[in-house]
């Protein structure tokens, strides 16, 4: 049993990919906090006048999801294919989408 968890314990590949995944997560939690919160502030401002560009451009995001290939295509042009920023990057996108919608319902 010891040989076996010492066994584990020494890959670095095991090591690399826990990295990864926390790093990601971490990332991930705080830029789906903090780019949400800095883009509904403006919002909520009469003076902003791309408010409402903004909030419909949000909404048809929200709406119609890119299908599998283009998605795949638009990740693979931007530098985004085997890249581990391409588990945090398009998710906080769709974070700020949830904002919005919220932001409408309580309007």
Known sequence: ????????L???D????????VST???GIVLSLLIPAMMAYPLTKKE????KV???????TM??????IPYFLTVKNIGLYDNPLVLVIPHVLTAQANEFKEK???A
């Open 14 to 21: 095991l090591w690399k990919s826990f990295g990864i995944t």
């Open 54 to 60: 903004l909030i419909i451009a949000a909404v048809v």
């Open 1 to 8: 049993m010891i040989n076996v968890s010492s066994c584990l």
């Open 104 to 106: 409408e319902l309580t």
């Open 25 to 27: 997560t971490v990332i």
């Open 63 to 68: 709406v119609f999801k890119a299908p599998l």
């Open 10 to 12: 020494n890959r670095p």
């Open 48 to 51: 902003f006048t791309l408010g």
